[in-house]
């Protein structure tokens, strides 16, 4: 983890570092997509950097200008600073109706993390397999 952030704090060109961070984590974690979600002054969130294992379809151009109140659970998660982990989407459906329901893609498990820049909350980050 360490040689990530370092990559990433050294590279010049940002975006070539996330990119990089994604690959690896996705990766590491075995997934089939890793991304970076940014919070907009609009409050919506926007997908704005993926990384796709080989023969999976990147979603990031479907994923923008989503509004919070599509995903209501995860918002008011996020926003509390904490973390969320869905090893089987079926196990959202009755608490989290409307973040189901969302997932149009049908990945068999999540973990999104809250990340922050200088104190305010900016986005989210994650990774997810499909089934």
Not at 28 to 37: Q, S
Not at 69 to 88: D, V
Not at 91 to 114: F, G, H
Request: charged share 25%; aromatic share 10%.
């Amino acid at each position: 983890m360490l040689e990530l952030i370092t990559s990433l704090s050294s590279t010049e060109l940002i975006d070539d570092g996330i990119n990089n961070v994604l690959c690896k984590v996705g990766e590491y974690t075995c997934a089939d997509r890793a991304y970076v979600f940014e919070i907009n002054e609009d409050y919506t969130t926007t997908n704005t950097y993926e990384w796709c294992k080989e023969g999976v379809t990147p979603q990031i151009d479907n994923l923008k200008g989503i509004p919070f109140e599509s995903m209501p659970n995860w918002i008011h998660l996020f926003l509390h600073g904490e973390n969320i982990l869905i090893e089987e989407l079926e196990d959202i459906k009755a608490e989290m109706p409307q973040e189901y329901r969302r997932n149009l893609l049908r990945s068999t498990d999540w973990y999104l993390v809250d990340y922050q820049a200088r104190g305010k909350r900016t986005g989210n980050g994650g990774r997810c397999k499909y089934a």
